[in-house]
């Protein structure tokens, strides 16, 4: 089978989630249940800025310092300040008027506990994700000022692979990774072996929706991340499957100086990695430097923040106390930014020598919600 069009893709994909678990009133209502839970966790964090007399409803407007300096912010999670702040101001919650921020309203407190359950349960989270979710919220004061280890609150009742894999078990990255397990098996055609490297595999949903497609197929699958917590687990899961193999590999580092040969490899494939990257377009010429001729990299990404992660899983993405915040010197340079928009991932291919094939889903779509798209790039 080959895949003529973008929608054809689209098509495949949904009808992976529908009717299986998503309806189609489910999938219409994505949008806003992704707002009613932007709303429940930013509410929180004007709960916090209230209570810590940051900003109060009729005290004077604040810059972001002052607001940084109230909450007691340790430095390393300054720029997650700085995007509450634009998310707060996008959804109308703060006003923002010569760089100093009022507050509009502050709306009474819900039953918090029983609004995230219902809404992550119709984004098809499984109920520990709303769990964790909950003991983030009840500890942003001390997660802020790094009295508290997000590590300590997410993983108290699971492993870590347990609650990686919870926050990415939803609608928009099953529809992801089925799209891209979809599209790299209609690539594989019988004959020569064909080589496909996974960077960062985690917890390995996105190997699993690509093993359920590609399993019988001439396939040589490398299993990597930077971490042997996830590739030890991976090599028992995947020690069956003929031509699969496991190992740690750095996405900041130059790939042929990790036993990955120039011009090796037909496909290399990410879910929800890249922006781990220290330096985006590095890593991606480390990708293109990999890649054959015509070869293809296939991966998923947040493009836009999710307010309830910020308020969430982006902890974790704060640099240790002695490291330097992820993209400090590539195109997100003094922009408290961790994820870059589609277009700005179509100039950094582009630079790196790879160019946009496809982007799903199309901006139209419920599914484009949750701000995940998957991009598919050719060396060239
Ligand atoms: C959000 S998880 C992605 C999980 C996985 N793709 C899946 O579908 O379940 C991000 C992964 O990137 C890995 N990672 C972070 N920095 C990395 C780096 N410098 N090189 C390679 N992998 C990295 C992490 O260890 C983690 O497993």
Same mark, same amino acid.
């Given at each position: 089978?080959?895949?003529?069009?973008?929608?054809?893709?689209?098509?495949?994909?949904?009808?992976? +989630?529908?009717? $299986?678990?998503?309806? =189609?009133?489910?999938?219409?209502?994505?949008?806003?249940?992704?707002?009613?839970?932007?709303?429940?966790?930013?509410?929180?964090?004007?709960?916090? +800025?209230? $209570?810590?007399?940051?900003?109060?409803?009729?005290?004077?407007?604040?810059?972001?310092?002052?607001?940084?300096?109230?909450?007691?912010?340790? #430095?390393?999670?300054?720029?997650? /300040?700085?995007?509450?702040?634009?998310?707060?101001?996008?959804?109308?919650?703060?006003?923002? @008027?010569?760089?100093?921020?009022?507050?509009?309203? /502050?709306?009474?407190?819900?039953?918090?506990? *029983? =609004?995230?359950?219902?809404?992550?349960?119709?984004?098809?989270?499984?109920?520990?994700? *709303?769990?964790?979710?909950?003991?983030?919220?009840?500890?942003?004061? =001390?997660?802020?000022?790094?009295?508290?280890?997000?590590?300590?609150?997410?993983?108290?009742?699971?492993?870590?692979?347990?609650?990686?894999?919870?926050? @990415?078990?939803?609608?928009?990255?099953?529809?992801?990774?089925?799209?891209? *397990?979809?599209?790299?098996?209609?690539?594989?055609?019988?004959?020569?072996?064909?080589?496909?490297? =996974?960077?960062?595999?985690?917890?390995?949903?996105?190997?699993?929706?690509?093993?359920?497609?590609?399993?019988?197929? #001439? /396939?040589?699958?490398?299993?990597?991340?930077?971490?042997?917590?996830?590739?030890?687990?991976?090599?028992?899961?995947?020690?069956?499957?003929?031509?699969?193999?496991?190992?740690?590999? %750095?996405? %900041?580092?130059?790939?042929?100086?990790?036993? /990955?040969?120039?011009?090796?490899?037909?496909?290399?494939?990410?879910?929800?990695?890249?922006?781990?990257? @220290?330096?985006?377009?590095?890593?991606?010429?480390?990708?293109?430097?990999?890649?054959?001729?015509?070869?293809?990299?296939?991966?998923?990404?947040?493009?836009?923040?999710?307010? *309830?992660?910020?308020?969430?899983?982006?902890?974790?993405?704060? #640099?240790?106390? %002695?490291?330097?915040?992820?993209?400090?010197?590539?195109?997100?340079? $003094?922009?408290?930014?961790?994820?870059?928009?589609?277009?700005?991932?179509?100039?950094? +291919?582009?630079?790196?020598? +790879? @160019?946009?094939?496809?982007?799903? #889903?199309?901006?139209?779509?419920?599914?484009?919600?949750?701000?995940?798209?998957?991009?598919?790039?050719?060396?060239?």
């Amino acid at each position: 089978m080959t895949i003529s069009s973008i929608d054809q893709l689209h098509q495949l994909s949904l009808s992976a +989630l529908i009717p $299986n678990s998503l309806s =189609e009133g489910q999938l219409t209502n994505l949008p806003a249940t992704m707002n009613k839970l932007a709303l429940v966790s930013l509410n929180q964090v004007i709960q916090l +800025l209230t $209570n810590k007399q940051a900003l109060t409803p009729l005290g004077d407007a604040q810059t972001a310092t002052q607001i940084k300096t109230a909450l007691n912010t340790a #430095p390393r999670h300054e720029w997650l /300040v700085d995007r509450w702040l634009v998310a707060l101001t996008e959804h109308g919650l703060l006003q923002l @008027q010569d760089h100093k921020y009022a507050l509009t309203k /502050v709306t009474p407190c819900t039953d918090i506990k *029983a =609004e995230l359950q219902a809404n992550y349960q119709a984004l098809g989270f499984p109920s520990t994700m *709303a769990d964790a979710h909950i003991r983030v919220l009840a500890s942003l004061s =001390e997660l802020i000022s790094d009295q508290l280890d997000i590590n300590q609150v997410l993983y108290q009742q699971s492993s870590p692979l347990v609650a990686l894999a919870a926050y @990415q078990t939803n609608y928009f990255t099953a529809y992801l990774n089925t799209a891209l *397990a979809q599209y790299l098996t209609t690539q594989i055609k019988p004959g020569p072996m064909v080589k496909i490297l =996974e960077l960062g595999g985690g917890t390995g949903l996105l190997t699993d929706s690509i093993f359920q497609q590609i399993s019988g197929r #001439p /396939v040589q699958y490398q299993f990597t991340d930077v971490s042997a917590l996830f590739t030890k687990p991976m090599q028992t899961k995947l020690r069956t499957q003929i031509g699969a193999r496991c190992r740690t590999l %750095d996405i %900041d580092r130059a790939f042929d100086e990790q036993a /990955v040969p120039p011009a090796s490899i037909d496909f290399i494939v990410a879910g929800n990695v890249l922006h781990n990257a @220290q330096h985006i377009g590095h890593t991606l010429k480390h990708i293109r430097a990999a890649l054959k001729l015509g070869g293809q990299l296939l991966f998923t990404e947040s493009i836009a923040d999710n307010p *309830a992660m910020l308020t969430a899983m982006q902890f974790l993405l704060s #640099p240790a106390s %002695d490291q330097v915040m992820l993209g400090h010197a590539d195109c997100r340079a $003094n922009s408290s930014q961790v994820f870059i928009d589609g277009s700005t991932w179509q100039k950094q +291919l582009e630079q790196a020598g +790879l @160019q946009l094939m496809w982007r799903l #889903p199309q901006p139209n779509s419920p599914l484009s919600a949750a701000g995940q798209a998957l991009f598919i790039a050719t060396a060239i």
